[in-house]
């Protein structure tokens, strides 16, 4: 059984930085993709940023390209979303995602992924 269990959220101002980890169990895939999404209120769930685990290439949403950086540590079964520069439009719930079964092209649509976590809320004040 896979899960997905996101930490790291929280609140902070205007700039600040917050880094989020989903650590995945029962995850076997070695060839996958794995990402991050965000559903802020009233709003639909978006892509913010996605990786291949066998190569590592990323995928960004443009609105946080140059300020998101997407990693994993595969001994650790963990993928990381650092969030610098964070902007009061940046609040939302951030959900981790993976999909099942091989994937080389990390895109961010949620038709691709199987498996989500329960999120973690990340407000930012300005």
């Known amino acids: 059984q896979v899960q997905l269990v996101e930490s790291g959220g929280g609140s902070v101002q205007t700039g600040g930085s917050l880094r989020l980890s989903c650590v995945a169990s029962?995850?076997?895939?070695?060839?996958?993709?794995m990402a991050w999404f965000r559903q802020g209120p009233g709003k639909e769930r978006e892509g913010v940023a996605a990786?291949?685990?066998?190569?590592?290439?990323?995928n960004y949403a443009d609105s946080v390209k140059g300020r998101f950086t997407i990693s994993q540590d595969n001994a650790k079964n963990t993928v990381y979303l650092q969030m610098n520069s964070l902007k009061p439009e940046d609040t939302a719930m951030y959900y981790c995602?993976?999909?099942?079964?091989?994937?080389?092209?990390?895109?961010?649509?949620?038709?691709?992924?199987?498996?989500w976590g329960q999120g973690t809320q990340v407000t930012v004040s300005s």
């Open positions: 995602a993976a999909v099942r079964g091989i994937c080389y092209s990390p895109v961010l649509s949620t038709y691709l992924y199987n498996y």
């Open positions: 029962g995850y076997t895939y070695s060839s996958s993709c």
């Open positions: 990786i291949a685990t066998r190569g590592g290439s990323t």
